[in-house]
């Protein structure tokens, strides 16, 4: 047994390190690399609940803040209030709030929209495509979007009306 020991121990060693080499390859020149503050952001065409298609470059020359969420997600429950009341007092010519829902069905998001009494447009990620385009592993994500279509801003976890506000206000069009 203590010369296969060794063996065994020598296999299992190579087998780490050719993980490791092929892990490190991958993250070093993977070409679907998660977009970044500065980067422009990925184009989406998703369905929302309203029934129509809503693409990201249709809203080019906006400021638009695109959120992330699920239903089964509470801080997406706490900040949805402050989206809404946001969303309620924005000029629409210059801004935009896209929520993204995160493969849930129709009926259980419609649900939420309807007791939270959400009117912005909520889209449907159904087979979470956008999702990994973006790179969101954790809820809620916003990408705020300046007029050119450039990521100004992300913002992982929860975020309160005054944090929306100025985030806005940071990437707004000089001039509106």
């Given at each position: 047994m203590g010369k296969h020991k060794r063996w065994v121990q020598m296999v299992i060693?190579?087998?780490?390190?050719?993980?490791?080499?092929?892990?490190?390859?991958?993250?070093?020149y993977a070409?679907?690399?998660?977009?970044?503050?500065?980067?422009?952001?990925?184009?989406?065409?998703?369905?929302?609940?309203?029934?129509?298609?809503?693409?990201?470059?249709?809203?080019?020359?906006?400021s638009v803040m695109v959120?992330?969420?699920?239903t089964f997600c509470p801080p997406c429950k706490n900040e949805m209030p402050a989206i809404q009341h946001h969303y309620d007092k924005m000029n629409k010519d210059t801004t935009a709030i896209l929520g993204l829902n995160l493969g849930e069905s129709k009926v259980t998001v419609q649900?939420?929209?309807?007791?939270?009494?959400?009117?912005?447009?909520?889209?449907?990620?159904?087979?979470?495509?956008?999702?990994k385009r973006y790179?969101?592993?954790?809820?809620p994500t916003t990408f705020f979007i300046s007029p050119d279509g450039k990521i100004a801003k992300i913002k992982i976890g929860?975020?309160?009306?005054?944090?929306?506000?100025?985030?806005?206000?940071?990437?707004?069009?000089?001039?509106?």
């Amino acid at each position: 047994m203590g010369k296969h020991k060794r063996w065994v121990q020598m296999v299992i060693f190579a087998a780490v390190i050719v993980i490791g080499a092929l892990t490190m390859f991958n993250n070093l020149y993977a070409t679907d690399k998660k977009p970044v503050e500065g980067s422009k952001a990925p184009d989406f065409t998703l369905v929302g609940l309203d029934g129509k298609q809503h693409k990201l470059s249709d809203y080019k020359g906006k400021s638009v803040m695109v959120n992330f969420w699920g239903t089964f997600c509470p801080p997406c429950k706490n900040e949805m209030p402050a989206i809404q009341h946001h969303y309620d007092k924005m000029n629409k010519d210059t801004t935009a709030i896209l929520g993204l829902n995160l493969g849930e069905s129709k009926v259980t998001v419609q649900s939420f929209i309807d007791q939270y009494k959400i009117n912005f447009p909520i889209l449907l990620d159904d087979n979470e495509e956008t999702r990994k385009r973006y790179g969101v592993m954790q809820y809620p994500t916003t990408f705020f979007i300046s007029p050119d279509g450039k990521i100004a801003k992300i913002k992982i976890g929860e975020m309160d009306e005054a944090y929306i506000e100025q985030t806005f206000a940071s990437i707004a069009a000089p001039g509106k």
